[in-house]
């Protein structure tokens, strides 16, 4: 059993259900220029987000 010296990991977001976007729009979660820029100062909303395990 060789031991792997990097892996490469990606994944994908598909969401079907349309009113999920606008629950996290109205509540506030999403951007407004639609791009994710968690790191501005001040920190503006980011993208839709994604929990991946």
Not at 22 to 41: H, I, N, Q, V, W
């Amino acid at each position: 059993d060789p031991a792997v010296p990097f892996a490469v990991v990606g994944g994908v977001n598909l969401t079907l259900l349309p009113h999920t976007t606008d629950y996290l729009a109205e509540a506030g979660f999403l951007s407004p220029e639609g791009r994710c820029a968690p790191f501005d100062r001040p920190p503006e909303p980011t993208a839709e987000p994604v929990i991946s395990a």
